[in-house]
């Protein structure tokens, strides 16, 4: 529960209990206060106990976490606790989505080991933390939203307790039945390369997942008798459901590691060729190149079907997503390459990159252009003002004052910027608003009107910078959008824009949609 009624800014957080007696209308019930921030209260069968999940400011859930069981008294109060994980001083771990077996064993999953999370499970008698299965692979992700389901246990499976369950390794979703009790791991063949949540059913679980080619979809795999194996596969819902007439366009991702500015380290990206059925480029051109930052910027490029990648490479762009230092899905140490380094990392790995894919012959190095949303903006622009790479940049309400940001910054975010940025001196020499004369090619900026994060005045700016420089820039300012456009007529008018200012100014070639160009300064 968040009350924020002494503060809005600083609201008090409690796991309390709620009556639903018919008309009861009294104060909820705190069980448990104190700290910062509480996730996944979760009671066991017998209800004689809870798990739940807590941590404190400055860390984020992923940084740092404590895993803690209460026992209740007879009035329904938490009384005796136990801290489960994250208390030992040798561990630095983040422990995240405990349940209760149906036998009342607490599983949970931690990076206490390896720096990747594993699912471990408490003996309550012994007190006890052991892990049931050790991969190199994440079988969860930064918690950004409440009631990610990683695992589930298999309903009316009395003999063995099996778990359906999927883990993140190498740029790939894997999904399979984990028996705990002989810590076998059988895989389950599945159409999907990206599974985000995991739910069981009657003899079946349902997982939501997408891929190259699918679509973001909910679908219901079927087990045998002995919960062994997997007989059948169906999608029960899909967010396209007519998608698959288009596949024939369609670039599929291909998975890549590159080298980073750092000696013997790497980084890791989705590469989309160009690709069109019913058109093939010129043998001896290579093709422009789009660099997408995503946002976060704890985050990750999962190489799932997204029609804004396919709209460039449909017309002739290559593009890559990168999963730049501190990136979620790689384990800890890779996401903590971020700490203290944000608008460093990122910046060179996208650079590295981006020469990477030219040295290898795969694009043209003259065509080179960078675009990122939020944090991802942030990234972009921070590409564009510091470093020579690219010919030109799209920045969609991109971060350009760091102290602005970190001024503005909620509860859960009060600390995050400061963990990864550092000190005053990092926050102004980072900060591309702190450098506008050292745009030296093309920006076209996108904002939100009424954006609580970025406020607009930061892209006008830079645009304006620009603009006195003599290079060609284009601003869009949207009433009534905030952080993040909602509108369609805005999407779709943003992806058109950016193309045809790339087009026009970078990729020396038509575009072959009737677009109707707004107006770029400084260019005729």
């Known amino acids: 529960m968040e009350d924020h009624r002494k503060s809005s800014s600083n609201p008090i957080t409690t796991v309390a209990s709620v009556s639903t007696s018919v008309g009861d209308v009294n104060e909820p019930t705190v069980l448990v206060s104190g700290n910062d921030f509480y996730a996944f209260p979760r009671i066991d069968p017998t209800e004689k106990c809870m798990a739940w999940i807590e941590w404190s400011n400055p860390n984020m859930s992923w940084d740092k976490a404590q895993l803690w069981v209460g026992y209740f008294s007879g009035k329904g109060e938490v009384q005796k606790r136990i801290c489960i994980a994250g208390e030992d001083p040798l561990f630095v771990e983040s422990p995240t989505e405990p349940k209760w077996s149906s036998k009342g064993e607490l599983f949970f999953i931690t990076d206490r080991e390896s720096g990747f999370w594993n699912i471990h499970k408490w003996d309550e008698q012994s007190n006890v933390v052991v892990q049931v299965y050790s991969i190199d692979a994440e079988f969860s992700k930064p918690m950004w939203n409440f009631g990610v389901s990683s695992y589930d246990f298999l309903r009316n499976d009395d003999s063995s307790q099996k778990i359906a369950c999927c883990y993140r390794q190498n740029g790939k979703s894997y999904v399979g039945l984990l028996d705990h009790d002989s810590g076998s791991f059988t895989k389950v063949d599945l159409p999907f390369t990206s599974v985000t949540n995991i739910v069981s059913g009657d003899g079946s679980f349902y997982v939501e997942g997408a891929s190259g080619s699918l679509p973001v979809s909910l679908a219901k795999v079927t087990l045998d008798e002995k ?95 990168v999963n730049y230092g501190g990136s979620a899905g790689y384990g800890r140490e890779y996401r903590e390459r971020l700490l203290g380094q944000w608008g460093v990392v990122d910046v060179n790995d996208c650079c ?156 020396r070639f038509m575009v072959a949609d009737d677009i109707t160009p707004i107006k770029i300064d400084n260019f005729d």
């Not at 601003?475 to 058109?496: C, D, M, P, S």
């Open 352 to 507: 590295s990159c981006a020469t990477f894919l030219v040295e290898t012959g795969r694009v043209d190095g003259q065509r080179l252009c960078v675009t990122g949303e939020s944090a991802g903006g942030f990234t972009t622009l921070a590409c564009l003002a510091f470093r020579q790479i690219f010919k030109a940049g799209a920045s969609l309400y991109g971060i350009a004052d760091l102290a602005s940001l970190r001024a503005g910054m909620h509860k859960f975010e009060a600390y995050y910027i400061d963990n990864l940025v550092g000190n005053k001196q990092a926050y102004f020499e980072r900060s591309p608003i702190n450098f506008v004369e050292r745009f030296t090619c093309p920006v076209i900026l996108f904002q939100g009107l009424e954006d609580p994060v970025v406020s607009p005045d930061q892209a006008t700016t830079i645009y304006k910078a620009i603009k006195d420089k003599g290079l060609p820039v284009a601003l869009v300012e949207y009433e009534g959008e905030q952080h993040g456009f909602r509108k369609a007529e805005n999407i779709k008018f943003t992806l058109e824009q950016v193309m045809l200012f790339f087009a026009r100014l970078v990729g």
């Open 227 to 321: 919960r062994t194996m997997a007989t059948d596969f169906s999608i029960v819902w899909s967010s396209s459901e007519d998608i698959r007439k288009y596949t024939s366009y369609f670039s599929l991702p291909e998975f890549m590691k590159f080298p980073t500015a750092i000696s013997g380290q790497h980084a890791y990206a989705y590469f989309y060729a160009p690709h069109n059925h019913i058109f093939e480029g010129s043998s001896d051109e290579k093709p422009p190149l789009l660099v997408r930052t995503h946002g976060g910027p704890t985050d990750e490029a999962r190489g799932v079907l997204d029609l804004s990648v396919q709209y460039w490479t449909s017309r002739g762009w290559a593009l890559i997503d």
